[in-house]
């Protein structure tokens, strides 16, 4: 040490007074914060392991509600906003005019889990150079575990429709609604009548020659009843397993029960059934008590059920006459009587 002088100072001494409690002061806080990160993390998992589970969404009249842990039939409805996706139909309602189409789409409108077209696409007869893009946006959405349908009556009797249906699915499920084709033809003649009052008598355009009792094949309302000679044109693409036929009479009679076969054809669980029924006298036919998406009873519109004109008798036995061997044909090929004659 110097004489009379300070002592050096040492290069390991204590710091400043401000840098030591600077850095306590950051300690304390970093300890402060950790605490708090560790507090909320365990209030969120106490949240989360007490809180309780949503309510259930109430179920429509009607539908069943799914017991937790188990599966669900059927599916839920495609509800507005929805999630779900357009797909090509599965299901095809391909005939025949004036069999009941409309009312047998109508009457499966009402199982949860079938989704239909509502206009007749006429993709396969008249629209076909569209696309499939095109058909396919017409379609609806609809969820797993949903079919897609569409109805369209001329396809039967389309010679292209049955190639083009199997290009896009030889999987399609057909659907044919067949009526006593005599009773049928008068039907197609009387809605024609309600949209052309000036057009000749149903007798005048059944014949070729009245005189001999030539029957006029190129009058469709005729040739739509030759059942066998159409069927045979979709037995080239699709096996007869893959077909439905239904009658048009029991759709009347019985709907629960076709609509039972439907429901079986189509791989669905039987919702519809005579419950969803009741008789209408004035019109002659079955009504849905509950429409979809209705609360409120729904019979067919105007055009359905019309009265049918006065037809000679004796015509409508030769047209008897003339459809019987068609109708046996079709018989066996269907392995159904249909008991037209």
């Not at 306590?24 to 560790?38: D, I, N, P, R, T």
């Not at 379609?139 to 009797?157: A, H, N």
């Not at 979709?234 to 009658?247: A, E, R």
Request: hydrophobic letters at 35%; one cysteine or more.
């Amino acid at each position: 040490m110097a004489r009379g002088g300070a002592p050096p100072a040492s290069s390991s001494g204590p710091e400043p007074l401000p840098r030591r409690a600077l850095r306590k002061l950051l300690l304390v806080l970093g300890s402060l914060l950790m605490s708090l990160y560790a507090s909320y993390c365990l209030a969120g998992a106490a949240h989360v392991l007490t809180r309780e589970p949503p309510a259930p969404i109430p179920a429509s009249p009607g539908e069943e509600v799914a017991v937790a842990g188990t599966p669900r039939e059927p599916s839920l409805q495609a509800q507005p906003g929805a999630e779900g996706n357009k797909r090509l139909p599965q299901a095809v309602i391909i005939g025949v005019k004036k069999g009941g189409t409309r009312a047998l789409l109508e009457f499966l409108r009402v199982h949860p889990d079938v989704r239909a077209a509502g206009a007749e696409p006429h993709f396969f007869d008249r629209n076909y150079d569209r696309g499939l893009a095109w058909y396919r946006d017409l379609m609806p959405r609809t969820l797993d575990g949903q079919i897609t349908m569409e109805k369209t009556p001329s396809y039967f009797v389309t010679k292209e429709a049955p190639a083009r249906i199997s290009a896009m699915s030889k999987d399609t499920k057909l659907i044919v609604v067949v009526r006593d084709p005599v009773t049928r033809a008068i039907s197609d003649y009387t809605q024609t009548l309600s949209k052309k009052p000036d057009i000749p008598t149903f007798e005048s355009l059944t014949f070729k020659n009245r005189t001999t009792g030539l029957i006029d094949t190129s009058w469709s309302a005729i040739q739509i009843g030759i059942y066998a000679k159409h069927l045979e044109n979709w037995l080239l693409y699709f096996p007869i397993g893959q077909i439905l036929f239904v009658s048009g009479e029991r759709l009347i009679s019985d709907p629960a029960g076709e609509l039972g076969r439907v429901q079986d054809f189509l791989g669905l669980k039987r919702i519809i059934t005579d419950k969803h029924f009741y008789f209408n006298k004035t019109k002659g036919f079955p009504c849905l008590k509950k429409a979809e998406g209705s609360s409120k009873p729904h019979c067919l519109g105007k055009t359905k059920g019309r009265t049918h004109p006065n037809i000679d008798q004796k015509v409508v036995q030769r047209l008897r006459e003339f459809y019987r061997p068609f109708n046996m044909k079709f018989y066996q090929m269907t392995g159904h009587d249909f008991g037209w004659d």
